[in-house]
């Protein structure tokens, strides 16, 4: 079972930028794919990007495609999500997941067997 801790949360205006680190107390190459999840008051989590484990495939929801970027340093045991231009409705809880196993989906929460605890990001307007 892999602990996962991130953090990089906090407060930011709206157009504003944010890096997201999760750090893993296992070699990130050994978990297949690593994903963040985001969760705001009163909503499902919801998907927002994912990256295998060599990097060279990822997934992200369309309505972060082209702000937000997720990268890995399998060297550091750590995945990064950058996030660019910042919308105040992207305030949420921002969870890492980890998935051990081959899936036929990475973008569904129960694909992911490890989870981190979360780190708030806020956006102002």
């Known amino acids: 079972q892999a602990q996962l801790v991130e953090s990089g949360g906090g407060l930011v205006q709206a157009g504003g930028s944010l890096r997201l680190s999760c750090t893993a107390s296992v070699r990130t190459y050994d978990l297949y794919v690593m994903g963040w999840f985001r969760q705001a008051p009163g909503k499902e989590r919801g998907f927002v990007a994912a990256i295998n484990w060599s990097g060279r495939s990822t997934w992200y929801a369309d309505s972060v495609n082209g702000r937000f970027t997720i990268s890995r340093d399998n060297a550091k045991n750590t995945m990064y999500l950058q996030m660019n231009n910042l919308e105040p409705e992207e305030k949420a809880v921002y969870y890492c997941?980890?998935?051990?196993?081959?899936?036929?989906?990475?973008?569904?929460?129960?694909?992911?067997?490890?989870w981190g605890q979360g780190t708030q990001v806020t956006v102002s307007t």
């Open positions: 997941a980890a998935a051990t196993a081959i899936r036929t989906t990475f973008i569904k929460a129960s694909a992911y067997d490890n």
